[in-house]
């Protein structure tokens, strides 16, 4: 199993995305979808994937799935639409952590002890 982090753009509103993961958890059947250029040939299903919102690692939650959407889709929850394109599949229970920052990056990257690689 490895540990990867990705992070939100800053204009996402930390309650917007608390919106999204109660959703997530609620609905069965439901994933929260980050888009990536491609899929991260060690990723694997089951790994943890930590996210860091303006500059500090928030929590992390299981990767369920890649799905390649070839026609974009819409976000259930907040109606927004979503481009064509790669997505890393997250699902089940947000996992609060008080994380170290974490500020200079965008996208996702391998995550080890606190450290990204």
């Keep these: 199993m490895a540990d990867w982090v990705i992070t939100l753009p800053q204009k996402v509103e930390w ?3 608390k919106r999204e993961l109660d959703d997530v958890l609620s609905t069965p059947g439901m994933v929260m979808n980050y888009r990536v250029a491609r899929f991260p040939k060690d990723m694997r299903i089951g790994d943890r994937c930590f996210v860091v919102h303006r500059g500090k690692v928030r929590g992390w939650m299981k990767i369920v799935g890649m799905k390649d959407w070839p026609n974009g889709f819409t976000c259930q929850t907040t109606g927004a639409e979503w481009r064509p394109g790669k997505y890393i599949q997250r ?3 947000f996992m609060f952590v008080d994380g170290p ?3 200079g990056f965008q996208g996702i990257r391998r995550y ?3 450290v990204s690689c």
């Design 15 to 17: 309650s917007d995305y």
């Design 91 to 93: 699902a089940g229970t």
């Design 101 to 103: 920052e974490m500020k």
């Design 112 to 114: 080890h002890q606190g």
